[in-house]
């Protein structure tokens, strides 16, 4: 299972009035708004402490490499979910370069090992 996580906190660029809906929960709202990839979960999650890079997403799954993007909008949703599909596809989480969508070749925050499994 591929868990793509999104910070609801996320405030990116915008000043938020209080009580209105953050830049990352309306990313969240664009993700969660359609079918997921295949083998793909959308979890809302509360910071992923990028605030500095706008707002971001993270890729995990069990096995593999680990992946957070920044500077992302509700526009880029469809181009998270294809980016999504791609990681859920690898068998270790490391998608070709080519392969990956331009926003997470260029908008990569952090690639993080997958912890080693005990024999």
């Known amino acids: 299972m591929t868990v793509l996580h999104v910070c609801t906190t996320c405030r990116g660029t915008e000043e938020v009035p209080e009580g209105g809906l953050r830049p990352g929960a309306r990313l969240h709202a664009a993700l969660a708004d359609g079918p997921a990839p295949a083998g793909v ?7 992923l402490s990028a ?8 890729l995990s799954a069990p096995g ?3 992946y957070v993007y920044g500077r992302m909008t509700p526009e880029d949703a469809p181009e998270i979910l294809r980016g999504a599909a ?3 596809a690898t068998a270790d989480g490391l998608v070709p370069w080519r ?5 997470f070749r260029k908008q990569s925050l952090a690639r993080i090992p997958p912890i080693p499994q005990e024999a």
């Not at 605030?51 to 993270?58: H, L, T, Y």
């Not at 392969?99 to 926003?103: G, K, L, M, S």
Request: glycine share 4%; with cysteine; proline share 8%.
């Open 41 to 47: 979960t959308v979890v809302p999650v509360e910071c």
């Open 51 to 58: 605030c500095n890079s706008g707002c971001a997403v993270a």
């Open 64 to 66: 593999r490499w680990s």
């Open 86 to 88: 791609a990681y859920a």
């Open 99 to 103: 392969e990956r969508p331009v926003i």
